[in-house]
T-cell receptor, first 112, second 117 residues
């Protein structure tokens, strides 16, 4: 799987948008970008994924650059419960060793 | 429906004892994964199952670790002769298939916290 680079930590004010960047400059054409988050003492939670087009669901939006070398996860109105470690992962779907490889992630702290 | 369920949620054992960790995946999910997470660290992949078969066991840390899955459902991770370095949260995840064009995301349980004293 392609390596990803994320900032170690970020702060965001409650009610504001949280924009979490991820660099994946070595991504291949068939690799998807996935985002997960892990709240303290819980298992990772799936947020969103995409290939080329921007995606939106009830939790977040995913913006992927045209060259696919980077992406941004957007939480439109961050709440205190969004405080977590956010993982950006690139994943080949059709791969005999098909598992997620988690990097260090970004620790997002939402402050009142 | 119910999510991925793991038991026990916490396990304290003495060094040298064997432990069994259980994972009940989401019904209908044919792929099942085990990860390990040491305190303050990222997730370390251990093994995955497609159906009842584990195509790749190279992620298991040592021959003290083994895993099996039956009925394309429940999986157990067994650690023999536990060592203090085995202390970690063991996470299980499931998905519709290990490799598919459907981009099935992984759904995780909340893990078993293993402490070896």
């Amino acid at each position: 799987d392609a390596k990803t680079t994320q900032p170690t930590s970020m702060d965001c004010a409650e009610g504001r948008a949280a924009n979490l960047p991820c660099n994946h400059s070595t991504i291949s054409g068939n690799e998807y970008v996935y985002w997960y988050r892990q709240i303290h003492s819980q298992g990772p939670q799936y947020i969103i994924h995409g290939l080329k087009n921007n995606e939106t669901n009830e939790m977040a939006s995913l913006i992927i650059t045209e060259d696919r070398k980077s992406s941004t996860l957007i939480l439109p109105h961050a709440t205190l419960r969004d405080t977590a470690v956010y993982y950006c992962i690139v994943r080949v779907v059709q791969n005999a060793g098909n598992m997620l490889t988690f990097g260090g992630g970004t620790r997002l702290m939402v402050k009142p | 429906g119910a999510g991925v369920s793991q038991s026990p949620s916490n396990k304290v054992t003495e060094k040298g004892k064997d432990v069994e960790l259980r994972c009940d995946p989401i019904s209908g999910h044919t792929a099942l994964y085990w990860y390990r997470q040491r305190l303050g660290q990222g997730l370390e992949f251990l093994i995955y199952f497609q159906g009842n078969s584990a195509p790749d066991k190279s992620g298991l840390p040592s021959d003290r670790f083994s895993a099996e899955r039956t009925g394309e459902s429940v999986s157990t991770l067994t650690i023999q002769r536990t060592q203090q370095e085995d202390s970690a949260v063991y996470l299980c995840a499931s998905s519709l298939a290990a490799f598919t064009g459907l981009n099935s995301p992984l759904h995780f349980g909340n893990g078993t916290r293993l402490t070896v004293t």
